[in-house]
T-cell receptor, first 111, second 116 residues
Framework: QQPVQSPQAVILREGEDAVINCSSSKALYSVHWYRQKHGEAPVFLMILLKGGEQKGHEKISASFNEKKQQSSLYLTASQLSYSGTYFCGTVSGGSNYKLTFGKGTLLTVNP | GAGVSQSPRYKVTKRGQDVALRCDPISGHVSLYWYRQALGQGPEFLTYFNYEAQQDKSGLPNDRFSAERPEGSISTLTIQRTEQRDSAMYRC??????????????FGPGTRLTVT
């Protein structure tokens, strides 16, 4: 079953922060985050494995709450280059390769 | 190094024709995935290969869709008797050995298929 992302879209001014949420109705083994710019392929950002760890990637970090079956992506001090559609992909029990992607969150960062 | 490549990048075909989409993964990547991505949606899993073995084809919509990776490198996704509903972006991705769940999938540029 497809994870649910929220919000569907967000508009920021450069330097502002944003949080993108991803929730699933199934127990999760891992959560993968990708960013896709218009007309391009999705690009990997980070993976979170079950265990509630938090990871960081420059000014982008994420958390994974296994019990709540949720993950959040945090973008701080946003830059123009952060604009794009963010997808979470979830892996549930039974396989460790099959990603089920959400519908995406469109992030627009304006000057 | 070179990323994942796909060909053709664009394919227009008439309803009822067969099409073959090619994926050339990153050298050394043993895992290969096919996805379909509709406009405004996330990628939808179609099938997964580990080396030359097709380990999961649960996402293939029907038996008109098939995929192979005979030598564990290049893969071909074939759609027989295409229908208009098959129109979409077809993306390939590859990764190194899937172990412990911590792996990055590298996506290719995709093949935009249009069935008229």
């Amino acid at each position: 079953q497809q994870p649910v992302q929220s919000p569907q879209a967000v508009i920021l001014r450069e330097g502002e922060d944003a949080v993108i949420n991803c929730s699933s109705s199934k127990a999760l083994y891992s959560v993968h985050w990708y960013r896709q710019k218009h007309g391009e392929a999705p690009v990997f950002l980070m993976i979170l494995l079950k265990g509630g760890e938090q990871k960081g990637h420059e000014k982008i970090s994420a958390s994974f709450n296994e019990k709540k079956q949720q993950s959040s992506l945090y973008l701080t001090a946003s830059q123009l280059s952060y604009s794009g559609t963010y997808f979470c992909g979830t892996v549930s029990g039974g396989s460790n390769y099959k990603l089920t992607f959400g519908k995406g969150t469109l992030l627009t960062v304006n000057p | 190094g070179a990323g994942v490549s796909q060909s053709p990048r664009y394919k227009v075909t008439k309803r009822g024709q067969d099409v073959a989409l090619r994926c050339d993964p990153i050298s050394g990547h043993v895992s290969l995935y096919w996805y379909r991505q509709a406009l405004g949606q996330g990628p939808e899993f179609l099938t997964y290969f580990n080396y030359e073995a097709q380990q999961d084809k649960s996402g293939l919509p029907n038996d008109r869709f098939s995929a192979e990776r005979p030598e564990g490198s290049i893969s071909t996704l074939t759609i027989q008797r295409t229908e208009q509903r098959d129109s979409a972006m077809y993306r390939c991705a590859s990764s190194s050995q899937v172990a412990g769940g911590e792996y990055e999938q590298y996506f290719g540029p995709g093949t935009r298929l249009t069935v008229t």
